[in-house]
Each structure stands twice: as C-alpha cells, then as structure tokens.
C-alpha cells in the first residue's frame, strides 16, 4: 500500500481517538497494524484505542502477544495501567520497577524519555501509578510515599497533588515541607500559590490569604484588556458544631485536674489575622476560576464566615452545578445557617443526577442534619456516603457529629476514630472526638486528643474553646478564660457574632474566677455581638448583683424573664435582687 495511504489512515486513527469514536479508532487502527506488519507505533495507537474504550484486557494481552513491554516505557505505562484496571496489582507493581522499591531510585523501568515543557514527566506518572496500586491493596502509607515521590518529580502531576491534599494524606507540617520542596517555574508561580491556598496550613493564615489575594487580583498585563478588575467574592466537611456552654450557673461536680496550659496569647492568635501585615502580592487574574474559589470558601469556612462562604459557592454551582470543588463547603455553610430549604434543593438535585455517588448522599446528610428531627436520617444517609467512597471526608465528619446528635457516643467516636485513620491531616475528627469525650466526662482522653488538634491547627478557635470548657469543668477558672481569650484573638473582630458562645464562656470563667468587672464586659460584649439572649441576660444581671450594682441586675433579670418567662433561677434572684435593692435603698434614708 502506498505511503501516503498509509498516513492517510494514521491521521483517521488520530482523529477519531480525538473525537472519542473509539470503535471507530479501533476498527481502522486493526487495520493499520496489519497493513504495516505490527509496527511498534501502530500497535501502541491499537492499545490506546483499546484502553479508551474500556477493553483492558484486550490491550493488555495486545501488548503481550507482542512483546512490546520492555521496549519502550510509555508501553509498559499503558500495560500498567490495564493492569490496574483488571485487578492484577501484583503483576502491575513489578512491570512498574519492581515491588521491592522503595524509591523513584530504585525503578527498574530503563531509559526515560526526556521530558519537555507542557508535558507531564514520565517518571512522576510512573510513580503516581505505583501509589494507585498501593491504594488498591489499602496500604495506604507506602500509597502517599509514592504520591509525594510523584509530586516532588513533576510538580505540575496535578493529580499527585489532589491525592496528597485533597485526601488530607499529610500533617499541615508535612504539606508545608512538601510545598516548599517544590521547583515551580517562576512563569507558572499562580500554580505554587494555588497549591498553597488549597493546603491545609490554617495557622499560618497570612500566607493563606497572601496567596488567594494574588491568584484572584488581575494581572499587571491584563488591567488594559480586563474591565473593572475582577476580584472573586468573598470562602472535611461537616461544620464543626457550636461552641458549647461551660455551664448554667450552677455547681460542677468534683473534677479532675488538666495538665494543658495554654500558649502565650500573642503565640497561639499569631497566624490568624489573615494577611493583614502580608506585602500586596503581584495579580494572576484567575477571580472567579472554581478551584481559586473552592480554595477562598474553605478558607472562610474555617475561620467560621460561613455567611460568605454560603454567598460565595451559590454563585459557584449557579455558574456551574456540576462544580464539585464547592459541593462539601456549600453544604458545610448551609448547615451552619440552617438554609433547610436549599439544602433540600440541592440534595434532591444531586440525588437526581448522581443518586450513587458519595457527594450526593453527603447532601442529603446534611439537609436532614440542618432539620430539628433528622439526626437519624442524617446518619444513614452519611453512612450510605462512607460506604459508597471510604475516601470522603466530609462525610466521615458528618456521620460522627450526626451520631453524636443521636446520642450514639461510642458509634460516634467509631467513626472520627476511622476519619482520624484514614485522614492524618485533618484535626476535625481529633475535635470531634474531644466533643464525645467530655460528653462522657472522660477529661483526661478529651484533654489529650484536643492537645492533639491544637498542635496540628493552632488558630482553630474551636479547639481553644473546647480546652477552655474542660478547664472550666476542672474548675481552673484562670486557665479557662485564657483559652477562651486565645479562641476569640484566633477570629476576626467582624466575626465576633458567630463566636458570641465563647464570649459567654469567658464570662462565666471569670465570673467564677471572681474576677466579676472583667466578666461583666465579657457579657455585654456578648450582648452586643447577639442581642436577645435571655441565659446572657441572666449571667450579666447575676454578675451586676454580685458587684453590687442590684438596680442594673434588676433591669436585666427583667430583660431576661421578657424572653424566657420559665426561667426560675431568674425569678429567684431577681427577687433576692428586689429585695438587696430596696434594702439599700432604705438604708440611704436612714443614713
């Protein structure tokens, strides 16, 4: 057959492979390799057509029959990659190096090609393959060497990344290290700064906010052709639930002494001011791009904005419904804001296009975990989730704080256990778990899986506040308020309303400290963060009367009594109140 014929019918293969007609490709790519008597290069197209119609074993006994596997390592990539597929993990590690390897080092693949800007190296994909099958066989620890031995070959292994990160496979001090390994070309630094944003370095929250900022700001060449300078909006998993009480007034029972003492104030609040010293950072005009803004709403959910973060993914999915990035912090926001009604929306939507899919009964979780009666069904629906996909975070938070709503306590402690397991980055299951414990006033296991989150997240204000509510139940007063003090410098004065609880327990720790002007100006600035709170009111009026200020505690045990007219220990003391007042009052006569 003539030659150009010949190149004529290469070209069909390739454009039919580009316009995913794979019978097609097949049916005439068959013929090319006859036709040339099974050239190398023809074979390799057959197999490709063969792999991109889901024939992986085809294309693997293809390969075979050929004797192509040590010929060339682009081959003995596609076989690997069949083998995967068929489940021939064994056979897929040692076509891949060897199964002793322990390191890029130690691959026996021969020579490589060079690899050449806008390409992908292949030993970084070699080595990302070889952790695919580590995961396959659940060894999930020699899975993540791999991964990060993928990434550190080829920073631009996009999916090496997402693995690492998006699974949570590293501590924050284990991302960080990874990412300063990093050589990112200086022409492609919005990459190193998305990769910054969406790692899970929350103390070090400058950085954070430096690196959004300069991936959403327009880029110094673009100002003349991008109208207006556009800037994105704006920011698991299962929201972490509200700060709890340290107590009604009342008296603790005996309790055992916590070994934890708090940092210094200004150490432990350091990396949460988000940016506000950070040097303004040069623009790579990528506002409004999904994954910047996937980035943005986990920042702000973290720092508990989840106002923003809920303004933020709407107007993501309403670009783009499909956009999966959003999905977990949009549901996240919207159980923190009780959004029932469009929780339900989007679940049934999600139900509907993807009923199997593990994001899909996240939603429907979260939707009945926002609905006063639905913590039972939250749990079978995030269950269904974990069992559809063991990889899902947020769902694994879920069904423990769904479980924990039920009071199941040692089944929620079974599932933060298995998210501890299976997501060592993560501090939320260490919280969580923290949560169940105090909830058995078991302070010792509580106090030492909260030092544990602490450690890996410094500036989460949540896990200050709960060392501060087992302080507080130790009756260390003074120790108590100093954890509270460092929850509310770890948020952001403009969000004070959503850490109102913390402000209440501060009161109350100095309240019993005997520290009652400290306490009373913690209590109104807990007023004035969220007005019409009648156990604030309360709090604040027994404060005044134990300074002696019995006319602003009567006004106050009113204000409380008009919101909550069953409350008895207000009516109690405001009679007490009325009494001390009117005795005073008698008494200035007689003076």
């Known amino acids: 057959m003539q030659v150009e014929t010949l190149r004529q019918l290469r070209s069909l293969v390739h454009d039919c492979l580009a316009k995913h ?11 090319l390799v006859t036709l040339t008597d099974h050239a190398p290069a023809e074979v390799y197209t057959l197999a490709q057509g063969f792999y991109c119609s889901g024939q992986h074993r085809r294309c693997l006994h293809l390969l075979r029959t050929t004797q192509l596997l040590d010929k060339d390592v682009r081959i003995r990539y596609l076989a ?26 130690d691959l026996q693949l021969g020579a490589l090609p060079p690899s050449s800007p806008g390409t992908v190296s292949y030993l970084s994909v070699v080595c990302m393959l070889r952790g695919r099958v580590y995961d396959a066989q659940e060894n999930f620890q020699r899975g993540t060497a791999w ?37 990112i070309p200086p022409e492609h630094g919005w990459l190193g700064l998305l990769y910054a944003a969406r790692s899970r370095q929350h103390d070090a929250g400058s950085r954070v906010e430096a690196a959004l900022d300069a991936l959403e700001n327009v880029a110094p060449n673009m100002q003349a052709s991008v109208a207006g300078g556009a800037g994105a909006p704006g920011p698991t998993k299962t929201p972490p639930a509200p700060a709890a009480s340290p107590g009604r007034l009342g008296p603790q029972r005996e309790p055992a002494t916590l070994a934890t003492t708090p940092p210094p104030l200004q150490q432990a609040g350091g990396g949460a001011g988000g940016g506000d010293g950070a ?6 005009g990528l506002a409004g791009n999904v994954d910047v803004v996937a980035a943005r709403a986990d920042w702000l959910a973290h720092r508990s904005r989840h106002a923003e973060c809920w303004a933020l993914t709407r107007e993501a999915l309403q670009r783009d419904p499909y956009a999966g990035q959003c999905l977990a912090a949009h549901c996240a926001a919207g159980v923190a804001l009780r959004r029932r009604q469009d929780l339900f929306v989007l679940a049934h939507r999600a139900m509907e296009e993807a009923p199997e899919a593990a994001a899909s009964w996240h939603a429907v979780g979260c939707y009945h975990l926002a609905t006063p009666a639905g913590g039972e069904a939250a749990c079978r629906a995030f269950s269904r989730a974990t069992r559809t996909d063991r990889g899902h975070a947020p769902a694994w938070l879920g069904l423990g704080a769904a479980l924990g709503a039920c009071g199941e306590t040692d089944a929620a402690l079974g599932a ?21 414990y105090a909830a058995m006033s078991n302070a010792p296991l509580a106090e030492q899986v909260l030092v544990q ?11 200050c506040n709960e060392l501060g509510v087992l302080a507080f139940r130790s009756r260390q007063y003074d120790t108590a308020a100093q954890w509270f003090r460092i929850a509310l410098a770890c948020v952001p004065s403009h969000q004070s309303a959503a850490w109102e609880p913390a402000l209440v327990n501060l009161g109350h720790a100095l309240r019993k400290a005997r520290r009652w002007d400290e306490a009373a100006e913690a209590f109104e600035r807990a007023l004035g963060a969220r007005r019409g709170v009648p156990g604030t009111h309360t709090a604040l009026a027994f404060t005044y009367q134990l300074q002696g200020r019995t006319g602003e505690a009567v006004e106050q045990y009113h204000i409380a009594l008009g919101l909550a007219p069953d409350d008895t220990f207000a009516a109690e003391m405001l009679a007490l109140a009325v009494e001390e007042d009117v005795g005073a009052f008698m008494d200035s006569l007689e003076a």
Do not use: I
């Not at 993990?89 to 890029?104: F, I, N, R, S, V």
């Not at 040097?279 to 790579?284: L, S």
């Open 80 to 105: 690997a990659r069949c083998m995967l597929a068929s489940g021939e993990l064994d056979e897929c590690l040692e076509l891949l190096g060897g199964e002793e390897a322990a390191g890029p080092g």
């Open 21 to 31: 007609m794979y019978d097609a490709a097949v049916f005439f790519a068959d013929k």
């Open 147 to 183: 991964y990060h031995a993928a990434l550190q070959a080829d920073p631009f292994n996009y999916e090496a990344f997402h693995t690492l990160v998006g699974s949570h496979r590293l501590t924050p001090a284990e991302e960080a290290e990874l990412l300063d390994s990093l050589a």
């Open 416 to 436: 933060y256990r298995t998210a501890s397991r299976l997501f060592p980055g993560l501090h939320d299951p260490l919280l969580g778990m923290a949560r169940q």
């Open 279 to 284: 040097a303004p950072a040069p623009g790579w």
């Open 453 to 463: 989150a602490q450690r890996m997240c410094p500036s989460d204000p949540g896990v």
